[in-house]
């Protein structure tokens, strides 16, 4: 009944129908670290200058910069070392003609100063602090090797940020250096969007838990562990809700379960397709509302979208690397989109491609690779048997390379886009 009811449709029309149907999840107020990847859900502003005040880029000596002009190593000019300031301190001892400061990066520039002139441009490099003779015939001394210009190594009050500026916008994903914004003005939460809590459901009766070893015909139920870990690495809170038995009753209990813990998103894995215990139409259709059931693509083209009670639900097929491509195609784009997220595509990369392989149906076809670059190109070569029950093809891949749908058949040396499934550090 269902394949009259509804047509295949392209990859890209489902996730856009999926898209559609997920909303942004609320604002919350989380301390800065649980903010980390998160994206802002307010424009942040500074309360302050940063810096506060004037200060000193360089260790050196806080001086006026007409006092040195035409200093050189065979000419200097001596300066009177009248006090000593560090970062932290501030002083309201004048720099005069013919007297310097010496100062220690961060402090702020005492009055009078006009330029720094660090420590490599002075005598004290050759001599250290310990060496620096402290007394000269009634006090310190420091030779000035180079003229400096005016300003020189002085870092101005408000540079980074000045005060009432909007310095982060809603939006942004924070990363670690957003953190340490937050923290420049003194926030130690910030609100961004509710992570979504997903409610992670496998049916089959073949189905046994992890912890088990599997009797006559039975598997262990891994598809529920690769959701998990997705729901997890992409922000999500995942509801484990174990195994439904390939019956109605048994699948809508589970599915309640998951509504009553507060799932914003329910995933199934299996029971999808058209066999004799394909349950999971039968309890969209009956509690919900099928939006499509098929997509033109292998892995992978049985895959059930619609709501129950208003809360999305994606069925992926059960076949383990089905349900690994599906949640990188589907899922973790609806996860991104719920946490306020807007850019959904991983990066994709043309590769020289280096096998065949046959073409039978107009589907497209998502092929487990190795992506490689040698001398200065990509090369993608299949990680082995791609049928879709080899987990271990999806292991081994760093890339999915994208056979169009109306490619006939790939050759080696022809060129494939590859989409970027983590792309390691490289040395
Ligand atoms: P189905 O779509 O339910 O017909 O399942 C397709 C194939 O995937 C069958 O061989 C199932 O045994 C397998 N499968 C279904 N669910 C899981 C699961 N949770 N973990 C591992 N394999 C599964
Ligand atoms: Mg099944």
């Known amino acids: 009944m269902y394949e009259q009811e509804y047509t295949m449709i392209s990859v890209e029309e489902a996730r856009e129908r999926i898209l559609e149907l997920v909303s942004v999840l609320e604002v919350v107020d989380v301390g800065i670290f649980e903010a980390l990847d998160r994206v802002l859900a307010e424009d942040v502003y500074s309360d302050m200058n940063v810096?506060?005040?004037?200060?000193?880029?360089?260790?050196?000596?806080?001086?006026?910069?007409?006092?040195?002009?035409?200093?050189?190593?065979?000419?200097?000019?001596?300066?009177?070392?009248?006090?000593?300031?560090?970062?932290?301190y501030?002083?309201?001892?004048?720099?005069?003609?013919?007297?310097?400061?010496?100062?220690?990066?961060?402090?702020?520039?005492?009055p009078g100063a006009d330029a720094v002139?660090?420590?490599?441009?002075?005598?004290?490099?050759?001599?250290?602090f310990a060496g620096l003779p402290t007394s000269q015939g009634g006090g310190r001394w420091v030779k000035i090797f180079k003229a400096a210009k005016l300003g020189a190594n002085i870092r101005?009050?408000?540079?980074?940020?000045?005060?009432?500026?909007?310095?982060?916008?809603?939006?942004?994903?924070?990363?670690?250096?957003?953190?340490?914004?937050?923290?420049?003005?003194?926030?130690?939460?910030?609100q961004v969007h509710r992570r979504p809590r997903v409610a992670i459901i496998a049916t089959g009766d073949e189905l046994v838990e992890i912890n088990q070893r599997p009797g006559p015909g039975q598997i262990r139920n891994s598809n529920n562990y690769t959701v998990a870990a997705g729901v997890l690495r992409y922000g999500g809170i995942?509801?484990?809700?174990?195994?439904?038995?390939?019956?109605?009753?048994?699948?809508?209990?589970?599915?309640?379960?998951?509504?009553?813990?507060?799932?914003?998103?329910?995933?199934?894995?299996?029971?999808?397709?058209?066999?004799d215990f394909d349950v999971v139409k039968q309890v969209l259709a009956a509690e919900g509302e099928i939006r499509?059931?098929?997509?033109?693509?292998?892995?992978?083209?049985?895959?059930?979208?619609?709501?129950?009670?208003?809360?999305?639900?994606?069925?992926?097929?059960?076949?383990?690397?089905?349900?690994?491509?599906?949640?990188?195609?589907?899922?973790r784009p609806a996860l991104l989109k719920m946490q306020g997220k807007t850019r959904f595509n991983k990066p994709e990369v043309e590769a020289v491609f280096q096998d065949s392989?046959?073409?039978?149906?107009d589907r497209r076809h998502y092929l487990r690779v190795v992506?490689?670059?040698?001398?200065?190109?990509?090369?993608?070569?299949?990680?082995?048997?791609?049928?879709?029950?080899?987990l271990t093809s999806m292991v081994k891949a760093n890339g999915l390379a994208i056979i169009p749908e109306d490619a006939r058949s790939v050759a080696p040396g022809e060129k494939v886009r590859v989409m970027l499934l983590d792309w390691p550090e490289e040395s």
């Open 51 to 88: 810096p506060p005040l004037d200060n000193t880029a360089m260790d050196g000596y806080a001086v006026r910069a007409a006092d040195t002009f035409g200093a050189d190593r065979s000419n200097p000019v001596s300066l009177q070392v009248i006090f000593d300031l560090a970062a932290g």
């Open 117 to 128: 002139v660090p420590f490599e441009e002075t005598d004290e490099a050759q001599v250290g």
């Open 371 to 390: 992506l490689d670059r040698r001398e200065g190109q990509y090369v993608a070569r299949l990680t082995g048997e791609q049928g879709s029950g080899i």
């Open 156 to 190: 101005r009050a408000g540079e980074d940020l000045r005060e009432g500026e909007r310095i982060l916008a809603l939006g942004t994903v924070v990363r670690p250096p957003e953190i340490g914004l937050l923290s420049s003005v003194g926030r130690s939460r910030v």
């Open 90 to 110: 501030t002083t309201d001892v004048s720099v005069h003609s013919g007297t310097a400061i010496r100062i220690m990066t961060g402090a702020p520039i005492p």
């Open 292 to 331: 499509f059931w098929r997509v033109r693509m292998k892995p992978g083209k049985p895959l059930a979208f619609g709501h129950i009670q208003g809360v999305p639900h994606l069925g992926l097929p059960g076949n383990p690397v089905s349900t690994a491509v599906a949640f990188e195609l589907f899922v």
């Open 238 to 275: 995942p509801l484990m809700l174990g195994i439904a038995r390939d019956s109605h009753e048994d699948l809508s209990r589970k599915i309640k379960d998951g509504l009553e813990n507060g799932a914003d998103l329910i995933i199934t894995s299996g029971g999808v397709s058209v066999g």
């Open 357 to 361: 392989i046959p073409r039978k149906d």
